[in-house]
């Protein structure tokens, strides 16, 4: 009697692998803007420390790249810690993470409001401040879709985490301070609201099956970067009814001045392609205009991902002279990169 086996539909070698084989590409691939500490699983700035400067550390979970290696360099983070897919990052990952970029002006920890990463980053900090380390910690929790999740204890924290990475980031480099570094960072958490729709499930190496199933004309609304449900399952609907409900949604919290200037930032979760987040990005603007506000900067593409999963999240940031500015300064990331 033949049993059936599932194969794997993935470019992987071995699912236990995956992780350490991808960060060795990265700095194959990067060597002017990383280097990878493999004994800690920890991905570096090339040239760090840099003396007198703040360091910026985040982390989290592997599945969602480009977040959080693909933003270590110039402008953006010193360090990045990634955990096993879809799973924490341990605190002596943090902790070596945060030595290997201390130039002595103090670090900034950036975490997204997950369970795990909450716990370990605060023991990580307390560890590195017996060691003479000054940490400020930055929480994010944009997400507007639900107050509690399967992951969390509050909002989630999805993708004002990259803006939050690319803006203290901006200040760090231009010499601020802990404290300056790590309000500005509060101020755009604070500032950043965003919201998440499903179309397809994923599938995490391990598992080697989606991690939640979903009916091929279904899309869960206000998902979560892991699979965690969100508001509701309901039938697809055209995409400018889509945006405008998530659009609402933000709006509704951020409630953001009359004629603000925003950031728009549309990110595809893994599988969704740009024909596709340009489409959302029009209808996007066109329900801002509607709505009396101006996306005056904006960024588009596949940023915070969840492994291959087909869907979509918006970002709004209310800007200012100082976000702005701090927006536009220049980058130099494996996977950001303007003004240098």
């Given at each position: 009697?033949?049993?059936?086996?599932?194969?794997?539909k993935?470019?992987?070698?071995?699912?236990?692998d995956v992780?350490?084989?991808?960060?060795?590409?990265?700095?194959?691939?990067?060597?002017?803007?990383?280097?990878?500490?493999?004994?800690?699983?920890?991905?570096?700035?090339?040239?760090?420390?840099?003396?007198?400067?703040?360091?910026?550390?985040?982390?989290?979970?592997?599945?969602?790249?480009?977040?959080?290696?693909?933003?270590?360099?110039?402008?953006m983070?010193?360090?990045?810690?990634?955990?096993?897919?879809?799973?924490?990052?341990?605190?002596?990952?943090?902790?070596?993470?945060?030595?290997?970029?201390?130039?002595?002006?103090?670090?900034?920890?950036?975490?997204?409001?997950?369970?795990?990463?909450?716990?370990?980053?605060?023991?990580?900090?307390?560890?590195?401040?017996?060691?003479?380390?000054?940490?400020?910690?930055?929480?994010?929790?944009?997400?507007?879709?639900?107050e509690?999740?399967?992951?969390?204890?509050?909002?989630?924290?999805?993708?004002?985490?990259?803006?939050?990475?690319?803006?203290?980031?901006?200040?760090?480099?231009?010499?601020?301070?802990?404290?300056e570094?790590?309000?500005?960072?509060?101020?755009?958490?604070d500032?950043?609201?965003?919201?998440?729709?499903?179309?397809?499930?994923?599938?995490?190496?391990?598992?080697?099956?989606?991690?939640?199933?979903?009916?091929?004309?279904e899309m869960?609304?206000?998902?979560?970067?892991?699979?965690?449900?969100?508001?509701?399952?309901?039938?697809?609907?055209?995409a400018?009814?889509?945006?405008?409900?998530?659009?609402?949604?933000?709006?509704?919290?951020?409630?953001?001045?009359?004629?603000?200037?925003?950031?728009?930032?549309?990110?595809?979760?893994?599988g969704?392609?740009?024909?596709?987040?340009?489409?959302?990005?029009?209808?996007?603007?066109?329900?801002?205009?509607?709505r009396?506000?101006?996306a005056?900067?904006?960024?588009?593409?596949?940023?915070?991902?969840?492994l291959?999963?087909?869907g979509?999240?918006?970002?709004?940031?209310?800007?200012?002279?100082?976000?702005?500015?701090?927006?536009?300064?220049?980058?130099?990331?494996?996977?950001?990169?303007?003004?240098?």
């Amino acid at each position: 009697m033949s049993v059936a086996t599932q194969t794997l539909k993935k470019f992987v070698n071995a699912p236990e692998d995956v992780v350490k084989e991808s960060l060795a590409g990265l700095a194959a691939a990067h060597p002017d803007v990383v280097r990878v500490d493999f004994e800690n699983q920890i991905v570096v700035r090339a040239g760090s420390p840099v003396a007198g400067k703040v360091g910026l550390v985040s982390g989290g979970g592997s599945g969602h790249e480009p977040l959080h290696g693909g933003f270590v360099g110039l402008g953006m983070l010193d360090a990045a810690c990634p955990g096993e897919v879809f799973t924490s990052p341990v605190p002596d990952q943090m902790l070596a993470a945060t030595k290997a970029v201390d130039g002595g002006a103090g670090v900034v920890h950036i975490v997204k409001n997950y369970t795990g990463d909450v716990l370990n980053f605060k023991l990580a900090a307390e560890l590195a401040d017996d060691d003479g380390i000054e940490v400020e910690s930055v929480l994010t929790n944009d997400d507007v879709a639900v107050e509690d999740s399967t992951w969390t204890a509050g909002r989630r924290g999805v993708g004002v985490t990259v803006l939050v990475e690319k803006i203290a980031g901006a200040r760090a480099e231009a010499g601020g301070s802990l404290a300056e570094v790590a309000a500005v960072a509060r101020r755009v958490n604070d500032r950043g609201r965003s919201f998440g729709v499903a179309l397809t499930s994923c599938v995490t190496p391990a598992a080697g099956t989606p991690t939640f199933d979903i009916g091929a004309d279904e899309m869960e609304f206000g998902v979560g970067i892991h699979g965690e449900p969100g508001r509701r399952r309901e039938k697809l609907k055209p995409a400018a009814e889509i945006v405008a409900e998530m659009t609402d949604a933000i709006l509704s919290d951020l409630s953001p001045a009359p004629g603000a200037r925003l950031l728009a930032f549309v990110n595809g979760l893994g599988g969704t392609p740009l024909i596709e987040l340009y489409l959302v990005y029009n209808e996007l603007a066109k329900q801002l205009a509607d709505r009396g506000h101006e996306a005056t900067r904006n960024l588009v593409g596949n940023y915070i991902t969840s492994l291959e999963m087909a869907g979509v999240s918006i970002t709004l940031l209310e800007l200012d002279d100082e976000l702005t500015a701090l927006w536009d300064a220049p980058v130099h990331t494996a996977a950001l990169r303007w003004g240098t």
